[in-house]
């Protein structure tokens, strides 16, 4: 056995790529190493912006063989009449490479036993390398100079090692060999990797950390002891940290200063150009008011520190000295006299612009407030906050920095004197933002945050523009998911079909394109309600069984399912087979009036009975969402239905018996389907 190490040496790479790349890159070399036959005990992905690496302990010195049955001809083209081998099975034999009389029949034909012996590894390696490199996707590649091949950027180096030894292959004409680079500035000279082992090691010597989870936890203490220091309390960010970690090799945290006027203005309007544009870490008090300093992250050591420091100064303070511009010039109009500049600011193509979108919202949040059981106050907030939700873009602080959309929004309104809740709405509308994102909080910015999406939704399928594969530009996905969250945090029990009929009412386009996209969006928010399901662990039988019927209230869905899941209903067979044979008997029949005059057997009356019993305590607890305590009162049917199965003709000839038969079986049926159907149940 002995360690592999691959590292794929590049100029700088896109930060927001390399964490794909990280996971692509030990994907393939799980799955080439595999195809190539040769086992391993683990495999270890190191990466900085200029690096790719993989590191695999324990690999196997040769493929193992591969064992082989070759089919050859039919029995009857083997051997002759009297079982002498045939010239066909002869030349079959020949080029296997085994002698006739070894060959084995089954199944009509003759079968040869091939043993391929394995190859050392460091023969086969190149192939896997290179597959492992060539394999790897990502959005847009470069060929540089005169190369033909395709890569993020160029490649400069390649080291390929089996133990002690250079794995021989050459990429876009760079050869492999022993030979590493370190740091760009700290390191000096070639970085000799004799082994895999001493790969984290020597390059650290060379001021390269390799290890990403090192790097992060490096750059995270750097910057915690730097805030501890300056007694302040660091901005944590998650995507930033990433981002830094796949910018930097070598970490050197280092803080400077913000002038105190710049400390006026809204914490967002300071905080966005420091964190989303110039990658800086704001440090603020236990109250959430800034201090006057910025954490960042050099990508090399403590040399000349204060000029690095005067210089990143410099360049904040050109961009909070815009900030502070576009700000005073907001400020001489309120936001709702910015409102009207919404009418050069187009939505969507043929959908009007974002002034009809702000009217729509007015008539739409108001529509699922009064839907909601909102109080009157509550309504109120609502229209109001729809009202301004969309005037902070066009401001001038908005245009420069688009990410302050909604944040602009709440801090104009309360310097105008707007309601806490109506502020708050204006920026819980775009909420959720990203997978993991908190939930809007108040009533108004529930109705406003789904009224959003859900506008965004009708017209963007009106155009015809569903996402299809990996194409979802208008972020229609992740807005549908958010919707699908905010109605369970909120456990607001409501139509969806009422909020998605009531968006497309107020766009333009025919009663046919509006009937064939709420149809879509049905089937859009259906797809990622399974999703949702899937992930949070529910059964695929489970969710087939409650999202059966038409797609109407999205919390009870969701409540189905998790009492499904709970009750154990799927270990009640005895009952889902009689809803089973329910189904199968009632599938074309048509519901109607049961009539008790119609009854001749016994077990119809009693069928009917026991139905008569349940039935109103049934509903009961449908109609509170209580679905698992149904399952005691539904159970006490099976019994009445399989005897009513045994014993009765449904099918009687008398046409009036017959269809009382089915129209009672398919209301007795009909009270199991109000949880799901139970026959998708496996």
Known sequence: MKDLLLEIGTEEMPA??????????KTLAEQKLAEARLSFENIKIYATPRRLTA???????????????????????AYDKDGNPTRALQGFARGQHVDVSSVEVKDNYVYAHVVNEGRPAIEVLPEVFTAMVSGLNYPKGMRWGNEEFKFLRPIRWIVALIGNEVVPMEIAHVKSSHVSRGHRVLSHGEVIINE??????????????VDIDERREMIK??????????????????????????????????????????????????????????????????????????????????????????????????????????????????????????????????????????????????????????????????????????????????????????EMGREYA???????????????????????????????????SVADKLDNLAATFLRGMIPTGSQDPFALRRQTIGAVHILNAGKIHWDIRRGIAGALALLPGTEEQKQTAE?????????????????????????????????????????????????????????????TRLHNITKNAEEGLVSADLFREDAEKALW???????????????????????????????????????????????????????MLKTVLALFDGWGDFSKLV
């Not at 927001?16 to 890159?25: A, K, T």
């Not at 707007?418 to 809007?440: C, H, N, S, W």
Request: hydrophobic share 40%; aromatic share 8%.
């Open 16 to 25: 927001n790529i390399m964490p794909s790349l990280v996971s692509q890159f």
């Open 55 to 77: 590191y695999v302990a324990g690999a196997a010195e040769k493929q193992s063989d591969e064992v082989l049955d070759k089919r050859g001809p039919s029995v009857q083209a």
């Open 196 to 209: 895999p082992k001493d790969y984290v090691e020597a390059m650290r010597k060379a001021f390269v950390i």
């Open 221 to 406: 203490k750097q910057l915690q002891d730097l805030a501890d220091k300056l007694g302040g309390k660091l901005w944590h960010n998650a995507g930033l940290l990433e981002e830094i970690n796949f910018i930097v090799e070598y970490s050197t945290a280092l803080y400077g200063k913000i002038d105190e006027e710049f400390l006026k203005l809204p914490v967002p309007a300071v905080v966005t150009p420091m964190r989303d544009h110039q990658r800086y870490y704001p440090l603020h008090k236990e109250d959430g008011s800034l201090l006057p300093y910025f954490l960042t992250v050099r990508n090399g050591g403590t040399k000349a520190l204060d000029n690095v420091r005067v210089g990143n100064e410099r360049v904040l303070r050109a961009r909070l000295d815009d900030a502070k511009f576009f700000f005073n010039n907001d400020r001489k109009k309120s936001l709702e006299e910015h409102r009207a500049d919404l009418v050069r600011i187009n939505y969507q193509e043929g959908m009007g612009n974002m002034l009809d979108k702000s009217d729509r919202l007015m008539k739409l949040s108001g529509a699922l407030a009064e839907d909601w059981g909102f109080t009157d106050e509550e309504k109120a907030d609502t229209r109001r906050a729809a009202f301004l939700s969309k005037a902070d873009l066009s401001t001038e602080l908005v245009k420069e920095f688009t990410e302050l959309q909604g």
């Open 414 to 448: 309360m310097l105008d004197g707007e309601k806490q809740t109506v502020a708050d709405a204006i920026f819980e509308q775009y909420m959720p933002r990203f997978a993991g994102d908190i939930l809007p909080g108040t009533a108004a910015g529930r109705a406003l």
């Open 519 to 579: 149809t879509a969006i049905l089937s859009f928010f259906r797809d990622r309600i399974r999703q949702i399901l899937l992930s949070d662990g529910i059964a695929y039988d489970i969710i087939d069984a409650v999202l059966a019927g038409e797609l109407t209230d999205i919390y009870d869905a969701f409540l189905k399912a998790q009492s499904m899941t709970e009750s154990k209903l799927k270990e009640n067979t005895e009952l889902r087979q009689a809803v």
């Open 609 to 663: 009975d026991a139905y008569q019993k349940v039935e109103g305590k049934v509903h009961s607890l449908y109609a509170a969402h209580d679905y698992a305590a149904a399952m005691p009162l539904l159970d006490t049917l099976t019994q009445p239905v399989n005897h009513y199965l045994d014993d009765v003709m449904v099918m009687d000839k008398d046409e009036k018996v017959r269809n009382n038969r089915l129209a």
